[in-house]
């Protein structure tokens, strides 16, 4: 284990970081199709050797699906679980043993949902893969809190990027009656959990599922549906 846990390598890697959640957070970035596996997460190692060592990866890439259980093909199942679960789980074996190997321990942060702790109708794959992620965080916690690498999940709530629809949108003019801060998320505000989890700061911390929700979890899974205020009053 690391004498000192600030020691490990100040060179992060981001996949997806094309757009939304991924481009705020990203300090370094990574153009990976994560539907190509298991090739596809050698990158990690190209990128690592190019800049010169490894100390954080955040598993940002996703991608998600709205269709009901029974209609979903086993084509588009697949591929929501590579990217969202297979894609990080390979990506961070190859990172852990970068950081094993280099003795400075280091970060994993993976980008998980609101829905790796509460279903959604609709999102079976999504939700299968995001809660499959989380369980996997904490095994690797685990696993690795010898080696000085901790392992924490962020889980956004709706946020607002390409991937809820809402890009170029403004969130704070936005309501969103069921949600207590009563809109959506800025994907600067995930960046900000992931940037703490990332520093020398959060060393002790490990293990651990971060909502970046506005509340939503407290509220049940379908609270962005609600369409009035009314359950604030008693």
Same mark, same amino acid.
């Given at each position: 284990?690391?004498?000192?846990?600030? *020691?490990? *390598?100040?060179? &992060?890697?981001v996949t997806g970081a094309d757009s939304g959640i991924g481009k705020a957070c990203a300090v370094a970035l990574a153009e990976l199709d994560l539907t190509r596996l298991p090739e596809a997460a050698a990158v990690i190692d190209e990128l690592a050797d190019r800049l010169g060592g490894l100390g954080v990866l955040v598993n940002n890439a996703g991608t998600g699906l709205s269709e009901p259980f029974v209609d979903v093909s086993w084509a588009k199942w697949r591929e929501v679980l590579a990217v969202d679960l297979d894609g990080p789980f390979l990506c961070s074996q190859r990172a852990a043993r970068r950081m094993r190997a280099a003795g400075r321990g280091g970060r994993i942060i993976n980008i998980t949902s609101v %829905?790796? %702790?509460a279903p959604r109708v609709g999102s079976s794959a999504y939700c299968a893969a995001k809660g499959g992620l989380g369980l996997l965080t904490k095994v690797m916690a685990q696993e690795l809190s010898a080696d000085g690498i901790t392992v924490n999940a962020v889980a956004p709530g709706e946020i607002a990027t390409p991937m809820t629809g809402q890009e170029d949108v403004d969130p704070f003019t936005q309501h969103r009656p069921g949600v207590p801060v009563g809109r959506p998320g800025d994907a600067r505000e995930v960046a900000a959990v992931v940037a703490m989890l990332a520093s020398p700061a959060a060393a002790y911390v490990t293990g651990a599922s971060w909502a970046v929700d506005g509340g939503m979890l407290v509220m049940?899974?379908? =609270?962005? =549906?609600? &369409?009035s205020d009314s359950w604030r009053s008693v």
């Open positions: 284990m690391p004498e000192r846990y600030e *020691d490990y *390598d100040r060179v &992060a890697i %829905h790796e %702790h049940g899974p379908q =609270a962005s =549906a609600l &369409a």
